[in-house]
T-cell receptor
Framework: DSGVTQTPKHLITATGQRVTLRCSPR?????VYWYQQSLDQGLQFLIQ???????AKGNILERFSAQQFPDLHSELNLSSLELGDSALYFC??????????????FGPGTRLTVL | AQSVTQLDSQVPVFEEAPVELRCNYS??????LFWYVQYPNQGLQLLLK??????LVKGINGFEAEFNKSQTSFHLRKPSVHISDTAEYFC??????????????FGQGTILTVHP
């Protein structure tokens, strides 16, 4: 158990809909990362938040957005869903200690299926 | 921009045999390198990492990897595999330095299947 929790575990929805994925980082971790894992694209970095502020952006679509709240949990919002958005979405956290030697700990993922 | 190439998408091997999973990277800056393992229906778990110092890095579960800067490689090895090592393995890279590791760029993964 990495200490990172993600809800829900599975999500099935229809095209055009909007969903919210939730991530609770390890206690004390300040950074949250979101990754998408799909069969055709592999594992791709989406976005990083550090202590409530966006720190880095990767291959995140404009239909997707994220935020990190004061209690450090994060939400990834996916809207106008398309079939191709079906994937496993991972959250990772890091930053319990200061400095650059911070390992990323991954949650179990949310499997999104768009029908 | 960085990229990671895992040279084998699937590696079948018999139990107690040695195994090597190959990883090459491309980057214009200094990097940190990682190997993660993903068991079925689970998240990723860090096996080992190279930050600096000795180029031979030892990780969990008897795995080790060697950083070769001239060949831009970071191959993962285990001298004797077990059935329980069956999983998908990912090589990843991030920029060195800074206040956090930052975003990880992953390879496409190598599925290791250990046969009895």
């Amino acid at each position: 158990d990495s200490g990172v929790t993600q809800t829900p575990k599975h999500l099935i929805t229809a095209t055009g809909q909007r969903v919210t994925l939730r991530c609770s980082p390890r206690s004390g971790d300040l950074s949250v990362y979101w990754y998408q894992q799909s069969l055709d694209q592999g594992l791709q970095f989406l976005i990083q938040y550090y202590n409530g502020e966006e720190r880095a952006k990767g291959n995140i679509l404009e239909r997707f957005s994220a935020q990190q709240f004061p209690d450090l949990h994060s939400e990834l919002n996916l809207s106008s869903l398309e079939l191709g958005d079906s994937a496993l979405y991972f959250c990772a956290s890091s930053g319990r200690t200061s400095g650059y030697l911070n390992e990323q700990f991954f949650g179990p993922g949310t499997r999104l299926t768009v029908l | 921009a960085q990229s990671v190439t895992q040279l084998d998408s699937q590696v079948p091997v018999f139990e107690e045999a040695p195994v090597e999973l190959r990883c090459n990277y491309s980057s214009s800056v200094s990097v940190y390198l990682f190997w993660y393992v993903q068991y079925p229906n689970q998240g990723l778990q860090l096996l080992l990492k190279y930050l600096s110092g000795s180029t031979l890095v030892k990780g969990i579960n008897g795995f080790e990897a060697e950083f070769n800067k001239s060949q831009t490689s970071f191959h993962l090895r285990k001298p004797s595999v077990h059935i329980s090592d069956t999983a998908e393995y990912f090589c990843a890279v991030t920029n060195a330095g800074g206040t956090s590791y930052g975003k990880l760029t992953f390879g496409q993964g190598t599925i290791l299947t250990v046969h009895p």
